[in-house]
């Protein structure tokens, strides 16, 4: 086993060096292994102020522009008796708005942009008289006796696109919003029975389901799986699995345990990569944390192949990108690495740091590899947005303005899927929105207000150290329903030389540093600030516990004053 040194400086304390025999060996993620360790132009944007910005600037009733505001208010009442807010899917969408009753609006932007705030500490229970928090119980379709949350409020606005009732990532997806912004706002009236009927719906179909997940989307009514001419969508019990292992955590009922597992062997079961959409990399994280905090041996390798490599079948190609594009490294963003020759979006490259950065809390071999992932996608998310994207690689660059550097461009392709754009050159920035209503959504609708609502993903998890290139990402920031924990940070080194980082604790408190990658404590009685050296391509998981707390074992947890810390200590093998 390779011996790795880090050497200590806490100011007042003296220097010392300690020999970290017990590292953890970092196991590899093929797919990452393509992207660069330093992407090209790297820069990495203050993607907390962006999330604020954004909820300051879409949130405002009084916003002047052509095609703004972008909320509007919806008194249909469906399903729970109060008037709601709507907010667009895209820039100036004509299915939205006062059109069609003002009932068409998407789950997957609303609850993003409500759960994207609070991520970067807005409430929204009550902003400015308003209680966002409130407004998703009525995406609780009680009316078609489904129980679930969906991505409409009914079905009167199904056809007019959002994949409601007939799409399961579509069904699923807006269930784990849900429950993370439930875990932010646990005492929010009505939430905890609406959270329990979805985890029961959801254990009773897995019941029915038993062990096969291979159906288009599934009756929450009827209780029954359907097909139609969309392909079979597996990895739906990878959301099923989340919501009821969330539903045990929250509740303590077992059933939901013996759901999560059941839907987590379907999944694990498939012969080939069954990713659709963003729920597989929900699936490994949740193997990992299975594993760590049951004792299961639910292959996380796999699910991480599947969701990084791109093989998928029914949805081809979903996966990472990886790729220089005449000099813009957009290795590390989310969608089709085949569609026109690639195809990333920016609601799923924010939303798989989701689950992927925790994930390294309950297995630290993979902290390198998901550390080198998320630079990358830090990098090249910034793309997406017209102030950062050169003008000759945007469609709209005369009209990205509508954006108010707020909303960004749904999409980064390689070679644009609409003719009129086919002179750009890679990588070209554009959205889908005209393609969904053809003849009448303008050119602004590229600009994806969905997908830039979830920013605060990336705002809450990233933040820049004293060392360009090496990113502290909290590992607890979107950990939902995770067990009482102490604070948590990756540290990823790209370089190929050692380098030296400041890590600051929180004021007021004097804790110890300890590292999980290397086993040992890395500093002690810090109080404000310690620098520790990182091996060049290494990594250090560095957990914040209490200064000379009590430690102690018990399997493979390590523990300080009876909170885990460490969920493979290398000291008990």
Same mark, same amino acid.
């Given at each position: ?14 220097? &010392?060096?300690?020999?970290?025999? +017990? ?48 909320? =509007? ?23 939205? @708005?006062? !059109? ?8 997957? +932007? /609303?609850? $993003?942009?409500?759960?994207? +705030? ?7 229970? !009550? ?62 009236? @009505? ?7 979805? %985890? ?16 288009? #989307? ?23 699995? =989340? ?66 490599? @791109? ?11 990886? $790729? ?10 989310? @969608? ?8 990333? &979006? ?53 009209? *990205? ?6 909303? +960004? ?23 889908? $929105?005209?393609? =969904? ?39 607890? *920031? ?10 948590? #940070? ?36 810090? /109080? ?27 399997? %493979?947890?390590?523990?300080?004053? !009876? ?11």
């Amino acid at each position: 086993m390779k011996k790795t040194y880090f050497k200590i400086a806490i100011a007042g304390l003296l220097f &010392f060096t300690i020999n970290t025999e +017990a590292q953890v060996i970092q196991k590899k993620i093929a797919r990452v292994e393509q992207m660069p360790n330093i992407p090209a132009q790297l820069e990495i944007i203050d993607y907390k102020k962006l999330a604020l910005d954004f909820d300051k600037t879409v949130f405002d009733f009084n916003a002047k522009g052509k095609y703004w505001p972008l909320v =509007w208010m919806d008194d249909s009442q469906k399903n729970y008796p109060q008037t709601v807010v709507g907010l667009y899917t895209a820039i100036a969408d004509v299915r939205q @708005g006062t !059109n069609n009753k003002g009932m068409f609006h998407e789950a997957l +932007a /609303t609850m $993003g942009a409500t759960l994207g +705030a609070t991520l970067v500490g807005i409430d929204k229970r !009550n902003q400015h008289d308003l209680n966002y928090v409130g407004m998703t119980k009525n995406y609780f379709n009680s009316e078609t006796s489904w129980d679930i949350m969906m991505n409409n409020t009914c079905p009167e606005v199904a056809l007019l696109g959002g994949g409601y009732g007939r799409d399961w990532w579509y069904d699923v997806y807006p269930n784990l919003l849900f429950y993370a912004i439930y875990d932010k706002y646990p005492n929010e009236p @009505g939430l905890e029975k609406m959270a329990r009927k979805i %985890a029961d719906k959801f254990y009773e179909a897995d019941v029915i389901l038993n062990g096969n997940y291979d159906y288009s #989307f599934f009756d929450y009514a009827k209780m029954k799986p359907m097909m139609n001419t969309i392909c079979a969508q597996p990895d739906a019990a990878a959301g099923h699995a =989340w919501v009821l292992y969330s539903a045990y955590k929250k509740f303590g009922d077992p059933k939901y345990l013996k759901g999560a597992k059941s839907a987590l062997a379907a999944l694990e079961s498939q012969k080939i990569n069954p990713t659709y959409e963003l729920l597989m990399p929900f699936g490994a994280y949740l193997s990992a944390r299975i594993n760590a905090e049951e004792g299961t041996h639910y292959d996380t390798d796999k699910m991480l192949g599947w969701t990084f490599d @791109g093989t998928a079948i029914c949805r081809e190609g979903w996966g990472v990108l990886v $790729g220089n594009w005449n000099g813009f490294d957009i290795s590390g963003t989310v @969608g089709s690495t085949v569609d026109h020759g690639g195809y990333g &979006f920016l609601m799923n490259t924010y939303d798989m740091a989701w689950p992927m950065v925790p994930m390294v809390r309950y297995d630290q071999s993979y902290a390198s590899a998901i550390g080198k992932w998320m630079l990358n996608a830090a990098n090249a998310s910034r793309y997406f947005y017209p102030q950062y994207m050169p003008d000759e690689h945007e469609t709209i660059p005369q009209l *990205a303005s509508a954006g108010k550097g707020v909303i +960004a461009y749904e999409g980064i392709i390689k070679k644009s899927n609409y003719d009129k754009y086919s002179y750009v050159e890679a990588p070209v920035a554009q959205g889908d $929105g005209p393609l =969904w209503v053809l003849g009448q959504n303008p050119e602004e609708s590229q600009l994806s207000v969905y997908g830039s609502g979830h920013v605060g993903i990336f705002g809450s998890i990233i933040k820049t150290t004293d060392v360009d290139g090496i990113l502290q990402l909290n590992l607890l *920031a979107t950990d939902f329903f995770h067990d009482k924990a102490y604070p948590s #940070f990756l540290y990823y080194n790209p370089y190929n030389e050692t380098k030296t980082v400041t890590i600051t604790v929180e004021k007021g408190k004097k804790v110890d540093l300890y590292n999980t990658v290397s086993g040992t404590f890395v500093a002690k009685k810090v /109080t404000t600030s310690a620098k520790i050296k990182i091996g060049a391509l290494n990594s250090a998981v560095i957990v914040c516990v209490p200064a000379g707390g009590k430690i102690k074992y018990k399997g %493979a947890k390590m523990l300080v004053n !009876n909170i885990v810390v460490d969920y493979n200590s290398q000291t008990q093998k």
